[in-house]
C-alpha cells in the first residue's frame, strides 16, 4: 500500500501570504496517478489539481501543483479568504488508492 | 451539468446491512468509472471501492472487502453487510474522469451511515 504523508498538519497563515503543501509517498507515484483536492467545511471534496500540475476546470492560477516521484507539492500563491480549507492529496496509481491525511489552512 | 445525488444512508445496528445509491445525471454515465470514498466524522477522506466503466474491474480497501459490494446499472450502488461501528461516515459517490481508473472529478454531496446500538 503506497502511504501518503501531507505536512504540514496545520499551516496558519494570513489573506495574501503563500502556503506550501507538502505530500511525500512511501512508494513513487507515477505523475499521472497523483491529485490533490479542497473541502470545505460541510461541503464535499472538489478536485483541483490532477496529474500533479494541471488545474482543473475552473480552478483559479493562484493555485499550482508540482512535483514528481515521492515528493509532490501544492503552492497557492496568495490566499484569497475562500481558500481556508483542508487540502487532501490522493493517489490511483496502484490498489488500494490511497488519501493524505490532509493538510489544515487556516486563518492566523 | 453533472450531478450525483447520495441516499440510502441512516441509523443502522452492528451487523445489520445498508444499500446506497447514487443517482446520476448530466453525463453519459456508461462511459465513467465511479467511486465510493468515505469520511467518518472529524476524520480524513478514505477510498471504499472502485468500479470500471462495465463493471469488469472492481476493487475495495481491505476495510470493507467481502462486506460491501459495488455494482452499477443506470445508478452507482453499495450494498453494505456486517456494519461494523467503524463504517459511520459520510459516504460519497464520485465520478472519475474516464473509463478506468483515474482522478475523482465531481463528487456528490454525501449520505451519512451511522452504526450503532
Known amino acids: 500500500e503506497i502511504v501518503l504523508t501531507q505536512s504540514p498538519g496545520t499551516l496558519s497563515l494570513s489573506p495574501g501570504e503563500r502556503a506550501t503543501l507538502s505530500c511525500r509517498a512511501s512508494q513513487s507515484v507515477g505523475s499521472f496517478y497523483l491529485a490533490w483536492y479542497q473541502q470545505k467545511p460541510g461541503q464535499a471534496p472538489r478536485l483541483l489539481i490532477y496529474?500533479?500540475?494541471n488545474r482543473a476546470t475552473g480552478i483559479p492560477d493562484r493555485f499550482s501543483g508540482s512535483g514528481s516521484g515521492t515528493d509532490f507539492t501544492l503552492t497557492i500563491s496568495r490566499l484569497e479568504p475562500e481558500d481556508f480549507a483542508v487540502y487532501y492529496c490522493q493517489q490511483f496509481g496502484s490498489s488500494p488508492f490511497t488519501f493524505g491525511p490532509g493538510t489544515k489552512v487556516d486563518i492566523k | 451539468e453533472v450531478q450525483l445525488v447520495e441516499s440510502g444512508g441512516g441509523l443502522v445496528q452492528p451487523g445489520r446491512s445498508l444499500r446506497l445509491s447514487c443517482a446520476v445525471s448530466g453525463f453519459t454515465f456508461d462511459d465513467y468509472a465511479m467511486y465510493w470514498v468515505r469520511q467518518a466524522p472529524g476524520k480524513g477522506l478514505e477510498w471504499v471501492s472502485s468500479i470500471s466503466w462495465n463493471s469488469g474491474n472492481i476493487i475495495y480497501a481491505d476495510s470493507v472487502r467481502g462486506r460491501f459490494t459495488i455494482s452499477r446499472d443506470n445508478a452507482l450502488y453499495l450494498q453494505m453487510n456486517s456494519l461494523r461501528p467503524e463504517d459511520t461516515a459520510l459516504y460519497y459517490c464520485a465520478k472519475g474522469r474516464s473509463s478506468g481508473w483515474n482522478y475523482f472529478e465531481h463528487w456528490g454531496q454525501g449520505t451519512l451511515v451511522t452504526v450503532s446500538s
Open positions: 496529474a500533479a500540475s
